[in-house]
């Protein structure tokens, strides 16, 4: 058999009669090589080391939207009801008309008065603040919302006041 050199899909043969005949043979190396799907699956790799951490932080940032939201409304709450009864003062939170709806994650606190169990609570109750504790007056207020967002050992905490200084006192995204 002779084969042409830098043609490795043409074959050739002699025949017994001394004639010389083509052959052809089927492609051998139809597909991908073992390194060339290694670098593809380093490749991916590396993608994927680089992107879950950012995908992870962000999904924690959204998950914070509760608690903005959340101690809006009641910042919402708690000036209608000081427009009507000149106080930010309550026998008990109901008197604000405002609960949260769902099942927050965020275990909410207005004056000192817990309005709701969020699901974090057994690890972040609404009862003790690194930073100042939601109090009341009749004049002014803070409330606040805390909560375990990540399930890390740190709990994300909020504080708003009647001024609607929204403050991240402590930022369970950055532990």
Not at 52 to 79: C, D, H, M, W
Not at 155 to 170: A, G, K, P, S, Y
């Amino acid at each position: 058999m002779l084969t042409h050199k830098g043609d490795q899909n043409r074959v050739f043969s002699v025949t017994s009669n001394g004639e010389v005949k083509e052959k052809r043979r089927l492609r051998a190396s139809a597909g991908f090589t073992l390194i060339e799907l290694v670098i593809v699956v380093a490749i991916i790799g590396v993608l994927a080391a680089l992107a879950i951490p950012n995908f992870l932080s962000y999904q924690a940032k959204a998950r914070q939207s509760e608690a903005k939201v959340g101690l809006g409304g009641i910042f919402t709450a708690a000036t209608a009801y000081y427009a009507e009864n000149a106080t930010y003062s309550v026998a008990s939170f109901s008197q604000l008309d405002y609960a949260p709806v769902g099942f927050p994650i965020y275990t909410f606190n207005y004056g000192g008065t817990t309005i709701n169990s969020g699901s974090s609570a057994s690890t972040c109750p609404g009862t003790t603040w690194v930073g100042p504790s939601p109090a009341i007056s009749s004049a002014s207020f803070t409330s606040g919302a805390r909560g375990n967002i990540d399930s890390d050992p740190t709990c994300d905490e909020w504080t708003i006041d009647d001024l609607r200084n929204l403050t991240n006192t402590v930022n369970d995204v950055l532990n």
